[in-house]
């Protein structure tokens, strides 16, 4: 980060004088360019109609053109050819440079066509060149959320721009009321030849109906407007009902009297006490048993006297029930007449049924016939309703516009184009950022601003050995381009140890060895000891594998050369459990491989065989698919059991009785396959003291 903002700073002089004279030039450019001036009319979409004059029917038609597709259609009218053509017309625009200049230099397909690469275009007239100018200085859109239509027109006159822009406003109003009155004289015509056919029909349909009533009989009346048939049948049911009520009612009477003169009595019923002769016989009967009554008190019952009385009572008795007997009768000639009349009245409602049938079906085929004919009567009705009002917007000429003119177009003060300032502002800034993203581009790739530049500072004229932990310091800014990205105590391999590197790669994942060890010979401390571990570990990781570095050096080198600033936490703080995982594993700047350095405290052989150590290891396999263990020849013999691949670093060649020894010595005490990597030694330099 400190490297990005330096070269930032360094750049920030030049950044600034360019960005004024890139502001000064373009403000000076921009006074060159023709200004545009923009003025816009605005056109409410709303009903012509007045409640007064709106029809009934119109609802759907008025939400039709409200809606948001109605709008928009609007819309394409106004930027329609017609229109166009019909406002350029109107104000001349043919005749003004701005519109019918031709170009200078051919178009692109032009030039192509030119050289034969392209179909040949045919050159466009000068109504087509004044109507494509006209269309792309014309801006029609809607405002959203409302119902308003911005009709914009650019030129490079501010009187025309405003005019063109309110000529194209009352052109469309102009459209939309002669597409009316089009419309309008279109129906009218049609209406009239439907009305004229439409009036032969309903006369036939009528007839059709008066003359098949007529030929069946199909006369109505009464207060339900029934046919005669059925008004017959509808009293005879009644009549008989009535005969049946006085039927039974006769019938019961008879019964009751007949069981009272069985019985010795007087029958209580209507007929029987409403007769004058039963009432004077009964008076009769009244004064006698008083007349008897009154004697018996003086005359026994065997004189003659009572005899006689008793007698007159007896007799008046027997013209009693002679009485009853010829009301019986009576009641029963009733009920016979009755039941004769209803045999009658049965026989007639039969013969009506019959009657009333046949009218019926006649009457299904008269109301089909009238339903036609009321069918043809209400659509003539209709058409003659829309046909008096078509006739009467014809004739008043009124036949408003589904629009108007909310603001008309004012004459522009300042120009929209180009805004000096804004433009001038907005493209420095531009400018200045795309510099900046430049430097810090060419800085992150250079690999200055992510590589940590350090200087050893030896005690003596040669380098201090590899085991040592020498002092590191900053590195000045002048000399921070020419020191390496390494440390100066561990070199990188050559190009053949690189590829014998590649080869040994190949054989760690086909042998699926997730634990593999790297150790040196013998390393020399006048020339440092070669990067073999980070080499391997990044090219596992460029082919995808998930690669952990534990450097267990104490120079530390692996770590630094990858990512890991001088004396961090690392391995021996997490075995002791002072520090976590997330703490003290790092990424390395160059590949997707990651290190954990050996740390700030000791970590020796006796901790590496440790059970906690183990179980670290243990831990990280569930990670990782390789871990990679650089260690020194005392700590590697120790760890080459434990794991799967060891790889032993020597210089020279492999006939050097010490790589030879070394070799056999690493082959006993691993437990899994032991390879040689040779890396060619270089010559050693002497250092001058700083």
């Known amino acids: 980060m400190r490297a990005l903002l330096g070269a930032l700073l360094r750049a920030l002089p030049l950044l600034l004088i360019f960005s004024l004279l890139f502001a000064a030039a373009l403000y000076i450019g ?59 017309n109107a104000l001349g625009l043919s005749s003004l440079k701005e519109f019918n200049k031709p170009r200078f230099l051919p178009s692109f397909d032009q030039m192509l066509a030119g050289i034969g690469l392209g179909r040949p275009t045919p050159q466009p007239s000068a109504e087509d060149r004044v109507l494509q100018r006209f269309a792309e200085r014309l801006d029609v859109f809607s405002v959203d959320k409302t119902r308003v239509i911005n009709v914009g027109f650019s030129s490079v006159d501010p009187q025309l721009a405003a005019q063109v822009a309110n000529a194209a406003a009352e052109e469309y109003l102009a459209l939309e009321r002669e597409a009316r009155r089009s419309t309008n004289a279109d129906a009218t015509r049609w209406l009239e030849s439907q009305i004229a056919d439409l009036r032969t029909k309903v006369t036939d349909a009528e007839a059709k109906v008066e003359a098949f009533r007529t030929e069946r009989g199909l006369f109505s009346g009464g207060q339900n407007n ?240 590899a085991l040592e932990s020498p002092p590191i310091v900053e590195a000045p800014p002048i000399a921070a381009q020419l020191l390496t990205s390494e440390p100066a105590l561990a070199r990188g391999l050559s190009a053949e140890a690189q590829d014998a590197l590649n080869a040994i790669a190949d054989r760690i994942v086909d042998a699926k060895a997730r634990r593999v060890l790297v150790s040196t010979t013998d390393a020399d401390p006048a020339i440092g000891r070669p990067l073999a571990a980070v080499s391997l570990a990044r090219t596992l990781a460029r082919r995808g594998h998930r690669v952990l570095l534990i450097d267990l050096y104490p120079d530390e080198a692996d770590s630094q050369a990858m990512a890991v600033e001088a004396r961090r936490p690392g391995l021996a703080e997490l075995y002791a459990g002072d520090a976590s995982f997330d703490a003290v594993i790092f990424r390395d700047r160059r590949s997707r491989a990651h290190v954990i350095p050996r740390g700030l405290a000791a970590f020796g052989a006796d901790e590496a065989v440790a059970e906690r150590f183990a179980e670290i290891l243990d831990a990280l396999d569930q990670t990782y698919d390789q871990i990679l263990l650089d260690a020194g020849p005392d700590l590697a013999e120790r760890l080459a059991p434990k794991t799967g691949a060891t790889i032993l670093v020597g210089e020279g060649d492999d006939k050097d009785p010490a790589t030879a020894e070394a070799y056999e010595a690493m082959k006993q005490a691993a437990s899994g396959e032991v390879m040689l990597l040779i890396a060619a030694a270089p010559a050693k330099r002497e250092v001058e003291p700083a």
């Open 30 to 88: 921009l006074n060159f360019v023709t200004p545009r001036y923009t003025a816009s009319a605005r056109i409410l979409i709303e009903s012509g109609e007045s409640d007064i004059t709106r029809a009934g029917s119109g609802t759907e038609e008025v939400r039709a053109l409200l809606d948001s597709e109605g709008i928009a259609s609007q819309v394409e009218l106004i930027n329609s050819r017609d229109l166009a053509t019909t406002v350029v």
């Open 226 to 465: 029934t046919s005669l048939a059925q008004q017959k049948l509808n009293d005879l049911n009644a009549e008989l009902a009535r005969l049946v009520a006085a039927r039974s009612a006769a019938e019961a009477k008879a019964e009751t009297v007949r069981k009272s003169l069985a019985s010795g009595a007087t029958p209580d019923v209507p007929d029987v006490r409403d007769s004058q002769l039963i009432q004077r016989l009964r008076e009769q009967q009244v004064a006698l048993r008083a007349q008897i009554a009154q004697l018996s008190a003086t005359l026994l019952s065997g004189h003659p006297r009572i005899k006689e009385l008793n007698a007159q009572l007896g007799d008046l008795d027997g013209q009693v029930r002679r009485e009853v007997t010829r009301i019986l009768q009576s009641l029963e000639g009733e009920a016979a007449t009755a039941r004769a009349r209803e045999a009658d009245i049965g026989r007639d409602i039969a013969n009506a049924k019959t009657a009333t049938g046949q009218t019926n079906d006649a009457e299904v085929q008269l109301r089909a016939l009238e339903r036609e004919a009321t069918a043809q009567r209400d659509l003539l009705e209709t058409y003659l309703r829309r046909y008096r009002e078509a006739s009467s917007r014809q004739d008043g000429n009124y036949l408003p516009a589904d629009a108007r003119i909310i603001s008309r177009a004012a004459v522009p003060l300042e120009p929209t184009f180009p805004k000096k300032l804004p433009l001038t502002i907005a493209a420095t800034v531009a400018l200045l950022l795309l510099v900046i993203a430049f430097i810090l581009v060419r800085e992150l790739t250079s690999g200055r601003a992510l590589r940590r530049i350090t200087v050893v500072e030896p005690p003596t004229a040669r380098l201090a050995p």
